[in-house]
């Protein structure tokens, strides 16, 4: 079975200008008045948003590790059975995922090959000439499951640095479908968890059209329209399987510039088993509403808003209220702010919420990296206890106290490749969380 065609914009390496050729030829596509559709590989929060920005449609992650071949193929059937083309977007190189079996390893690789999908790579050139076509030719021979259908050049140095360039990839036999020359105008602004959220970055529908102007100018897209290939799906239709159980029937789910990180796909099943999502924003001193039976913190950037959230006495208090009844879960940065205190970037520490016993620090940075496999310890708003779940952490916070036991620690986590990590994040009467991002149930 298969729906609408697609493509996966890849690169070998993180940093080459992926996500600024996908947003420009998203932007350009759907003003052409193309049904275009965007999609990420891996777990990333932040560039679904700019490519539901430059499409005016949902994003979703797909990831060959963390979710099952149904639900992926259930997300790519939602999103392409409603396109005329899906432009995919990789994560950090082509091949780079972690050492599982073939086509689970959640590298973006694994996921071409399993729709069909030809990859359009993105080369940054800068620095190099001909010998840009030996990283191309590698690329294409690495996997024989996949086939790399073109390249796009990014960081031309000048037309001579372009025609050396393409003469090595025409010895290769690869087209070129276009090159940016290097311009700062192109570039998005960055924090240290990636992109400036898309609800953040200023004038963001100007620098969308700017980014479609250059790729139109730049890159034969009609020739790169082509070279689609219907999205090949494993499954015949069916019940769609749900990511994640919803928490509650009526959640209460933080949503602001502090709090953001909530998967797509996940919304969806949640929505799609029937349960209700109502949003607030603690930054806006508001408190989860009452009539709800369930609050759900995301992570985001608490880190950058602690002293407005520690002088939201409202949200705070309506907050601390819900628990005594009612369940509350925290991911990353809504942890954070259900412990004790958070440390800001300037070493300031501020009050959160109080509901667990754990404070953490900002200014004490620390890179947490990878895909976590957790298994519940306890019932709460992500199931029973034993249940498996999959997902992954990236923060640079660090816990700096905690009063941790067995009995009131979140869950207990490995890695991806089975190694123990102990236990994470903590669980106090109605209130859990943990720096745990959940992607699917497994």
Not at 311 to 320: I, K, S
Request: charged share 20%.
């Amino acid at each position: 079975m298969s729906v609408g065609p697609g493509l996966l914009v890849a690169a070998p390496r993180s940093g080459s200008g992926k996500t600024t050729i996908v947003l420009g030829l998203q932007r350009a596509l759907a003003r052409r008045g193309l049904r275009v559709r965007g999609m990420k590989c891996g777990p990333d929060y932040i560039d679904p948003a700019f490519h539901a920005a430059a499409t005016g449609a949902p994003s979703f992650n797909l990831d060959s590790f963390a979710m099952s071949p149904p639900l992926l193929d259930a997300l790519a059937s939602e999103a392409a059975g409603d396109a005329e083309l899906v432009i995919a977007e990789g994560s950090m190189g082509l091949f780079d995922g972690i050492c599982q079996e073939t086509g689970r390893t959640g590298a973006s690789a694994d996921i071409a090959a399993l729709f069909g999908w030809p990859v359009i790579l993105v080369l940054d050139v800068s620095g190099h000439a001909q010998s840009a076509a030996a990283v191309a030719l590698g690329c294409a021979r690495f996997d024989p499951r996949i086939e790399v259908a073109g390249v796009v050049l990014n960081k031309v140095a000048s037309e001579r640095h372009r025609r050396l360039v393409e003469d090595g990839m025409a010895r290769i036999g690869l087209p070129v479908l276009g090159a940016l020359m290097r311009s700062s105008d192109l570039t998005l602004p960055e924090r240290h968890l990636g992109l400036v959220q898309a609800g953040e970055t200023d004038e963001l529908d100007g620098r969308l059209e700017r980014l479609a102007d250059a790729v139109e100018t730049a890159l034969d897209i009609d020739r790169l329209i082509a070279m689609a290939r219907p999205t090949r799906l494993q499954s015949a239709g069916g019940a769609r399987p749900l990511p994640l159980p919803p928490p509650g029937q009526r959640i209460a789910l933080a949503t602001d510039q502090a709090f953001s990180f909530v998967y797509p796909h996940v919304l969806l099943g949640w929505r799609a088993a029937g349960a209700e999502i109502v949003t607030f924003s603690p930054l806006a001193n508001e408190p989860p509403p009452p009539d709800c039976d369930v609050c759900w913190l995301p992570g985001g950037y608490p880190e950058l808003h602690a002293g407005c959230i520690a002088g939201a006495a409202r949200f705070l208090d309506g907050l601390r209220r819900f628990a005594e009844s009612r369940t509350v879960h925290g991911e990353c940065g809504g942890y954070m702010v259900l412990g004790r205190s958070l440390e800001d970037g300037d070493g300031h520490a501020h009050a959160m919420a109080g509901l667990l016993p754990v404070e953490t620090s900002y200014a004490k940075r620390k890179m947490h990296l990878g895909y976590r496999v957790a298994h519940l310890l306890g019932d709460g708003a992500m199931g029973q206890a034993g249940r498996r779940l999959v997902g992954h952490e990236f923060h640079y916070a660090s816990v700096t106290q905690s009063d941790t036991s067995h009995e009131t620690a979140f869950a207990t986590i490995t890695d991806a490749e089975g190694n123990d990590l102990g236990t994470a994040g903590h669980r106090r009467g109605l209130v859990t969380g943990s720096f745990f991002h959940a992607i699917a149930h497994g």
